[in-house]
C-alpha cells in the first residue's frame, strides 16, 4: 500500500509539472501567432531637402611637431614606423592636399570663408641634443631653407583652393639655439620664428595670405566669435602616470585662463602641440606629431600613435565644431 502511494503521489507531481509545461507552451505559441498576424505600417522617413547653403565656416588647422630632418630608424623600434626628409617631405604634401580634399569633398552644407593654418613649433628637429646633431639630416640652416621652401609651397596650394589664409606662428623648444630654454628674446632666438618670417616674405605680395608672428611665445587671435589662445605646450609641465598630457594641459588652461582674465585678454580654446599626442578637451586641443614614434617614445614605453594633425570647423554659430 505504501508503495502504490507513493507511486501515486509521484504520478500526481508528474501530470502538475507536465500541465505546466503545456500552459507555458500555449502562451508561446499564442503569442507567437498573434505576432504572425500583426500587419505593421512603419511611417516612411524623408531626408529633409537640402536648403542652400546659408552657414559658413572657416577650416582650423595646426601644423606642429614634424621634427623636420631628424631621422627614425625603424630596426630600433620595432619596424612600427621610419622618419626621414624623403618620408617627412611626402607627410606634409600629403597633410596640404588633405586639407583641401576633405574640406572640398566631405564638408557640405557649409560655404568656407577661408583657412586658418596654425605653426605650432617645433617645426624642425634641431640640434639641441648631441645625438640629434649627430643623426639629423642636414644642418640647421640647411634645413631652414629646405623646409621653408616646401611650407611656402603647402600655403600657396591652400591660397589657390580656400581663397584666403592666415598663418599664426609660435615657436617651440626644439628650434632654440640654445641648450637650456631661455625666457629672454624666446621667439626671435629660435628657427621656428625665422622659418615663419621667411615663409611669410614669399607672400608679401600676396593680398590672399596674411601671417602673424608674434615676438612672443603665444598668441591671441579671432575667428568669428571663437578667440584661440596658441602655444607650444611645453609650459605645460608633468605629465606622467596614466593621464599622460590631459593632466598638465587642463592645468595650464585654468591657470593662463585666470591670468588672461585679470589682465582682460580672456579665450575661449587654447590649441597646443609638443605633447605628440591628439587629445579634443573640454576648452583645449592638443596636436599630434606628424613624425610619429620615435626611439624616445619606444625606450620610455610611451603609447603608439599614428603620425596626424589636427583639422576642425570653427562656425559664427557653434565656434568649435
Not at 211 to 224: E, K, Q, T, V
Amino acid at each position: 500500500i505504501a508503495e502504490v502511494r507513493r507511486d501515486r503521489d509521484s504520478a500526481r507531481e508528474a501530470l502538475k509539472r507536465a500541465v505546466g509545461e503545456r500552459d507555458d507552451l500555449a502562451a508561446q505559441l499564442g503569442l507567437v501567432s498573434s505576432i504572425a498576424e500583426l500587419n505593421p505600417t512603419p511611417p516612411k522617413w524623408l531626408t529633409p531637402k537640402r536648403k542652400p547653403s546659408s552657414h559658413h565656416a572657416t577650416v582650423t588647422t595646426i601644423l606642429s611637431d614634424s621634427h623636420f630632418d631628424e631621422v627614425v630608424n625603424p630596426d630600433e623600434i620595432g619596424g612600427v614606423n621610419a622618419y626621414d626628409r624623403d618620408i617627412a617631405s611626402l607627410r606634409l604634401r600629403r597633410y596640404f592636399d588633405q586639407l583641401c580634399v576633405i574640406s572640398r569633398d566631405y564638408m557640405s552644407g557649409v560655404t568656407i570663408d577661408g583657412i586658418v593654418a596654425m605653426l605650432g613649433g617645433d617645426l624642425l628637429s634641431g640640434d639641441i641634443h648631441e645625438e640629434l646633431k649627430e643623426s639629423n639630416e642636414d644642418t640647421t640652416l640647411g634645413s631652414v631653407l629646405y623646409w621653408s621652401e616646401l611650407l611656402s609651397a603647402g600655403i600657396g596650394q591652400l591660397a589657390d583652393e580656400f581663397g584666403k589664409v592666415h598663418v599664426p606662428v609660435v615657436v617651440g623648444n626644439h628650434g632654440r639655439r640654445t641648450r637650456k630654454p631661455r625666457m629672454k628674446g624666446r621667439a626671435r632666438d629660435n628657427f621656428d620664428w625665422l622659418i615663419g618670417q621667411l615663409v611669410a616674405r614669399e607672400f608679401r605680395n600676396d593680398d590672399r595670405v596674411t601671417f602673424d608672428i608674434p615676438d612672443a611665445a603665444h598668441i591671441h587671435f579671432d575667428i568669428y566669435d571663437t578667440t584661440y589662445r596658441l602655444e607650444h605646450g611645453d609650459s605645460a609641465k608633468g605629465g606622467g602616470g596614466w593621464i599622460g598630457a590631459t593632466g598638465p594641459v587642463m592645468r595650464r588652461h585654468q591657470k593662463i585662463s585666470t591670468a588672461t582674465a585679470a589682465m582682460d585678454q580672456p579665450f575661449d580654446h587654447l590649441v597646443v602641440g609638443h605633447w605628440h599626442t591628439q587629445v579634443w578637451g573640454a576648452g583645449f586641443t592638443i596636436n599630434g606629431s606628424s613624425k610619429g614614434m620615435d626611439e624616445f617614445a619606444a625606450i620610455l614605453g610611451l603609447g603608439y600613435e599614428v603620425p596626424q594633425q589636427a583639422m576642425w570647423l570653427t562656425t559664427p554659430e557653434h565656434g568649435i565644431t
